[in-house]
C-alpha cells in the first residue's frame, strides 16, 4: 500500500505555537532594552525554520513506547514526560538563537533572517549580552529538569560551539584544506545541538542506552547533512548555478567542503585558497575551479550518504506497533529527504 506523503512540520504545528509563546515568556527581561533585545528573534515571523525543535518533538513521539503501569498513571507521566521533553526543545532553541545572536557580533554579520541582524540594530554591546542572557535563561530552564546526564549534555553542545566557532577562526593553512577538520568543526558548531538534543529527549523518556545512541545518531547525521546543504547553497542559492548563492562563506576567507573536494581534483587551487580569498578576483578563480570540478555533487552525495545513516538509526529503533510512534518515524525519515533536497 502506497504511503499517505506527510509534512513533518504540520504534525508538530500546534505544539510548536504553544512553544513559540512559552518562549516569548521565558525571554521576558527585568530592564526594557535587554527585553526588546532578547526577544528579537522571538518574535512572530522571524522565529526561523523551527528545524530544531520540529526534529525534537518528532523524535519525542518516535520514542513514544509503553511504560508498564496503570492508565492513570500512564497518563500523568506521559503528560509531565511530554512537557518535560518540550522543555529540552525550548532549551535548544535558546541556545541556537544566542549561538546566532554571538556569531552575528563575530562576523560583523547585518542581516539575519531577512532582517537587520540585532548586532546591527541594537549594537555589539547589547547583541553580546542578549546571548548570554538567552543562555542563562536556558541554564534555568535546564537545571529545572533535575537531570544532571541532560545538563551534562546540554553544557557540553555549548562548549562545541564555542570550539567550533574557535576552529574555525584560528586555523592553519593545513587545517583549512583538511576534510577531517572541517567535518569535526561542523559537527561542533551544527550537529552536536541537534544531536546531543536528540540523546536528551532519549534521556528523559528512560530509554536505554543503546535507543539513546540512535537517537544521538541520528541527530548528528541529519546535523552533518544540514550543513553540508548549506555550504553547497552558499555558493547556488536556491538555483544550481554557482556564484548565486551569497557567498559569504567564502568572501569570509571560510572553506568548505565543495572547495575541498574542488582542491583534491585541482590541487593548484590550493595556492588560491592559500592566499586567504582578500582578492576578490581569487573568489572569481576558485568559482571556475568550482565550476569544472564535482565540488558541489560531491559534498551533496556525502550528505545524502548522512541522510542515510540517519535513516537508518531510526530504522534501528526498538519496534513499535503504535500509529503515533509509526508516523512520527516516518516524518524523521522524511526530514532527511527534505535536508538534502531543500533550497533554502
Ligand atoms: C553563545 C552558545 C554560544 C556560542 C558562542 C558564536 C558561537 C560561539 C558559535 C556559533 C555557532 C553557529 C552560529 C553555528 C551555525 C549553525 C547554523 C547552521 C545556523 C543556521 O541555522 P538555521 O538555518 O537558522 O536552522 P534559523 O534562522 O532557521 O533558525
Known sequence: MAEEPLD?????????SILANRLRSMVAAEVPKLASA???????????????PTVLLLMASALNMPIPAADSVIESVSKDLRTRQQCIAEITEMIH????????????????RGIGSLNFMMGNKLAVLAGDFLLSRACVALASLKNTEVVTLLATVVEHLVTGETMQMTTTSEQRC?????LQKTYYKTA?????????IALLA????EASMLAYDYGRNLGLAFQLIDDVLDFTGTTASLGKGSLSDIRHGIVTAPILFAIEEFPQLRTVVD???DDPSDIDLALEYLGKSRGIERTRELAAQHAHLAVEAIDALPESDDEDVLISRRALVDLTQRV?????
Open 8 to 16: 513533518p512540520f504540520s504534525l508538530v504545528a500546534g505544539e510548536l
Open 340 to 344: 538534502i533536497t531543500r533550497t533554502k
Open 275 to 277: 592566499r586567504g580569498f
Open 192 to 200: 552536536s545541538l541537534i544531536s546531543n538534543s536528540c540523546k536528551a
Open 178 to 182: 583538511s576534510m577531517e577538520y572541517y
Open 97 to 112: 538563537v544566542a549561538s546566532l545572536l554571538h556569531d552575528d557580533v563575530l562576523d560583523d554579520a547585518d542581516t539575519r
Open 206 to 209: 528512560g530509554q536505554t542506552a
Open 38 to 52: 532578547a526577544e528579537y528573534f522571538f518574535r512572530l515571523g522571524v522565529e526561523g525554520k523551527r528545524f530544531r
